[in-house]
């Protein structure tokens, strides 16, 4: 672990938002390809997604360290998952710039509890995302709760997506996703109960942006990432708070490849943010969250 640290503090930056969305084993799900050609429209992507290696050589040839993870949406759309072992090696062989969250469907209960255990124990995964709204499921309810107390067993941060979705965004019906389950509310009782794990509620969370911060501002265990927007596009008070009581609570993340790491971080640097938290939110936040802090 101190080898590793060692290395991220080295980069440049450590992106904690990353998807992979291309399989090197399996083809695209046919639905997903749906969902893909919306967002695509919507962030006004590419439509050819990168490799999990084309990511990471991305992200080598940048010096910036990165968070990848897929969404297990089996349950809420029919979505067949991109397996989280292909993540977990990918992210064992390339331990220098890579870590590896992995994604589960709460609904499915201990069978999800017990596969989250071995991808911690065999296969390296050093954390986990929720997407309530494309899960189809509210963050609070108890059906999560055998998948949370792993979790918190070995002591690892969880992102949980908040505020709009993206993806469903001009589809019909948004793609039958729920917005209501990405209030930042609704996690408060996760934040409750497991107090020892650090939560990550990822993106401003609009148009519930204040809940974010109050959390922020009440739980030491919650934080805040801020992936999914250009930060020209933030709620004033985001800003307003990370120069003021949250600078430590904010990470940088993209939400690539939707967004690229360097077009966020360009404007980031003309958002207004102060130039004294420039090396926390790009880097040092999320190397004390995912490492520890450095006691030497």
């Not at 307003?240 to 430590?248: D, E, I, K, P, S």
Request: proline residues 8%; contains cysteine.
């Amino acid at each position: 672990m101190a080898a590793a640290r060692e290395a991220f503090a080295k980069l440049k930056a450590i992106d904690i938002h990353v998807h992979a969305e291309v399989s090197c084993h399996d083809p695209e799900d046919p639905i997903f390809g749906e969902f893909a050609d919306a967002a695509t429209h919507y962030f006004k992507a590419p439509r050819r997604r990168p490799t999990i290696p084309e990511t990471i050589a991305y992200y080598r040839e940048r010096q910036i360290g990165f968070v990848m993870f897929t969404v297990d949406m089996e349950a809420g759309t029919g979505i067949k998952r991109i397996r989280n072992e292909e993540i977990a090696q990918a992210a064992a062989d390339n331990s220098d710039i890579m870590i590896a969250f992995a994604s589960i469907d709460p609904h499915k209960g201990k069978r999800g509890a017990i596969e989250a255990r071995d991808l911690i124990e065999n296969h390296g995964v050093r954390g986990f995302k929720f997407h309530p709204p494309i899960q189809n499921f509210d963050p609070g309810d108890r059906m999560a709760w055998p998948l949370y107390e792993v979790i918190d067993h070995y002591r690892l941060p969880v992102i949980f997506h908040t505020g709009h979705s993206g993806m469903g965004s001009g589809m019909p019906a948004g793609g039958g996703i729920r917005l209501k389950y990405g209030q930042p509310m609704l996690v408060d009782d996760v934040a409750v109960d497991f107090p020892d794990m650090k939560i990550i509620l990822a993106h401003p969370g609009w148009p519930w942006t204040d809940e974010s911060l109050s959390m922020a501002l009440h739980k030491p265990n919650i934080f805040i990432d801020l992936s999914g927007w250009s930060p020209r596009y933030f709620p004033e008070q985001i800003i307003r708070y990370a120069n003021g009581q949250l600078g430590h609570k904010f990470l940088f993340g993209s939400d690539f490849p939707l967004i690229p790491p360097g077009k966020w971080i360009a404007a980031f640097d003309e958002a207004g943010f102060k130039p004294h938290l420039r090396d926390p939110i790009l880097r040092d936040n999320a190397l004390n969250l995912l490492f520890g802090k450095d006691d030497a």
